[in-house]
């Protein structure tokens, strides 16, 4: 058991964030950079599942007790209470605070 899981949308997320970063620009695409960041992303969602709580909150988006982890520039959000942990959504940072709130929202 990998001691969490990903909201189906989540899984989404992910690979939105992989296929963004490797397609860029045409001048700019990065196959490699993509992998690094999503490795990177449940690196960081593993290191959670010892200390779920690390994370902060964001009652600016919610009012669950969800918890929030960055990394580089996304935002991981996910309920600490919850066993296995679950990740609900990994979105870019600086997404508007009431995109991000709507994305929270549709995912229970």
Avoid: C, N, W
């Avoid at 058991?1 to 490797?22: P, V």
């Avoid at 964001?58 to 959000?77: C, K, N, Q």
């Avoid at 942990?85 to 994305?103: D, Y």
Wanted: hydrophobic share 45%; no cysteine; charged share 25%.
């Amino acid at each position: 058991m990998s001691g969490y899981t990903l909201h189906s949308e989540a899984f989404g997320d992910i690979d939105e964030i992989r296929a963004h970063i490797a397609a860029g620009d045409p001048d700019a695409a990065d196959p490699d950079a993509a992998d690094r960041v999503v490795t990177a992303i449940f690196d960081r969602i593993r290191a959670l599942v010892g200390l779920p709580h690390q994370g902060y909150r964001r009652p600016d988006l919610t009012s669950r007790p969800l918890r929030f982890a960055l990394v580089f520039e996304y935002v991981i959000a996910y309920a600490p209470e919850k066993t296995p942990l679950r990740v609900l959504a990994v979105f870019h940072g600086r997404r508007s605070p009431r995109v991000m709130a709507a994305i929270l929202r549709g995912r229970e």
